[in-house]
């Protein structure tokens, strides 16, 4: 989609499709308005017909509307008007862009962004409404027949954002932001949906090299025998079960000062997970080819601030390989050594993210990060927990655990903070190792979250499990990109910090 910023005089404007907004209770934007009277009291006569009730989300598309150069009008319905704030802009935003999408028009005009919002700029409305178009126009490149692929696609090709004269400026940033972190989320969204016959280890490790090839900063993968020498016996015990090599990845997005040191990203990169000897059932083990969702979101993190050219040094580290059942793969009641020393009692192979993790996060020390972050698909007690709305957050730090609440906030991509008290700790006692790899059915994202602190002790640290939040089931099925909208509103918000 190609976007422009314009002051139009939204009555006058060529384009397939014109969109305003509609408050509840008949209330006309000023948008709205400007058409009312350019086509003689059209939108009132509707409203008063009962034909849109201006509720949250509501379309109405009409066509051939007197007064109006544009073809086609589209209302979209914003909720009262008292109420109106960022999640109901998204919102409609998002609605709007399901119509256009929906009808024949290939451009349009919105005077979304000119609505007024809460707390809101310019600049973040534009960044809001180019990034909501462009995740709602997400369509996956399906691996289809090719004569289904041939057919051309519907959509919106390019979308004029009419903004005030004054606002010009201050929109074009916005829209750059937007934009970028778009980028991002589809990348993300991109790599969950590929099949995991596809998205490989390797496959996770080109996309790597291709992403800092782009965009210039250095990628690192380590292969098997690198990875024996450091000593990750914990990662490698995962992956000794399946065919697919393991690979582990470190991306280095160095644009601030020198000595400033770097925030570290951590992604689970299971791009299969079968459960190993701890099979899983057979319903639904499609959607464990999203078990590489929290690689995909360091992924897609790393593009969309290569894109901004944000001026902060990140380091992105992805461990990744498959978790099969195989006659070499790690058998529950086996023990590992990680690269800390600690010794691990597998008792549960399906809790092997937290195996691939621990040895990722000992891995960071050398990079004395200022914070660490990693993003796992880690628990189903996590999704029980909290649902598909909120992703859970654990720290072993309040600041740090407050700037990424705030920051999913913003975003518009919220995260839970749960309490990881050191009460939980004794539920990974082990007689056999310096400790198990599962604590039991109760507090089960929590006790996850704990066995991973145990290897975060040097750094502030914090875990988001976005088991609930990176991919939808159902006929909707698919990759969200959650938390890259988090984590870039986090970095983002960093790097002003050091900028004053
Ligand atoms: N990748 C899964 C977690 C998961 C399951 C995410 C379902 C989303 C939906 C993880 O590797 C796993 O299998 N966790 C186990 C841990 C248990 C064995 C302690 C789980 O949650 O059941
Ligand atoms: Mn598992
Ligand atoms: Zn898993």
């Given at each position: 989609m190609e976007f422009s910023i314009k002051n139009v005089n939204a009555a006058a404007t060529q384009s397939d499709c014109l969109v305003v907004g509609v408050y509840e209770a008949k209330v006309l934007s000023e948008a709205a308005q400007e058409i009312d009277r350019a086509s003689k009291g059209m939108i009132s006569k509707l409203l008063a017909d009962g034909d849109m009730d201006g509720k949250l989300e509501a379309t109405l598309m009409l066509h051939h509307?007197?007064?109006?150069?544009?073809?086609r009008l589209l209302l979209v319905g914003l909720g009262k008007e008292a109420d109106f704030a960022e999640k109901q802009y998204a919102k409609a935003v998002r609605a709007s862009i399901k119509a256009l999408e929906k009808s024949g028009a290939l451009d349009a005009t919105t005077c979304l962004a000119q609505l007024p919002v809460k707390a809101l700029s310019a600049q973040r409305k534009v960044a809001y409404l180019s990034e909501a178009a462009l995740d709602a126009s997400y369509k996956f490149a399906a691996i289809k027949r090719k004569e289904e692929q041939a057919s051309p696609k519907k959509g919106i090709a390019k979308l004029t954002i009419n903004v005030a004269v004054s606002e010009v400026s201050a929109a074009e940033t916005g829209l750059a932001d937007g934009q970028a972190l778009a980028a991002g989320v589809s990348l993300a969204k991109d790599l969950g949906n590929l099949p995991p016959n596809v998205c490989t280890p390797s496959y996770l490790a080109e996309q790597a090299l291709a992403l800092g090839k782009t965009h210039q900063f250095n990628v690192e993968v380590l292969e098997r025998d690198a990875l024996k020498k450091l000593g990750m016996g914990s990662f490698l015990g995962v992956a000794q079960g399946s065919e697919e090599p393991p690979k582990f990845i470190i991306m280095q997005h160095l644009k601030g000062k020198k000595e400033q040191k770097p925030v570290v990203l951590v992604g689970k990169g299971i791009?299969?997970?079968?459960?190993?000897?701890s099979l899983k059932p057979g319903?639904?083990?499609?959607?464990?080819?999203?078990?590489?969702c929290g690689a995909a979101s360091v992924l897609g993190t790393f593009k969309a601030i290569a894109a901004m050219n944000l001026p902060l040094n990140v380091i992105g580290v992805i461990p990744t390989c498959e978790n099969m059942p195989d006659g070499r793969a790690t058998r529950p009641g086996d023990v590992l050594t990680s690269m800390s020393g600690l010794t691990i009692e597998?008792?549960?192979?399906?809790?092997?993210g937290r195996l691939i993790l621990c040895d990722a996060l000992t891995y960071v020390e050398r990079f004395e990060p200022s914070a660490v972050i990693d993003v796992a698909t880690l628990t189903g007690a996590c999704v029980i927990a909290l649902g598909h709305h909120a992703s859970g957050l654990f720290s072993n730090n309040d600041a740090l655990a407050a700037e990424l609440l705030q920051a999913g906030e913003v975003a518009l991509d919220r995260a839970w903070h749960m309490p990881m008290w050191e009460?939980?700790?004794?539920?990974?006692?082990s007689n056999f190792a310096d400790m198990a790899n599962i604590g039991g059915r109760a507090a089960g994202s929590i006790t996850a979250a704990c066995f991973l602190a145990r290897f975060a002790k040097k750094y502030d640290w914090a875990h988001l499990d976005v088991a609930g939040t990176a991919w939808k089931s159902g006929k909707e099925k698919g990759g969200t990109g959650r938390p890259v909208p988090l984590l870039t509103e986090f970095l983002v918000q960093r790097a002003n910090q050091l900028k004053v």
């Open positions: 509307v007197p007064g109006l150069t544009s073809s791009t299969f997970d079968t459960g190993g000897i319903s639904e083990m499609d959607e464990m080819k999203y078990d590489m597998v008792l549960n192979t399906d809790a092997e009460d939980y700790q004794s539920l990974l006692d």
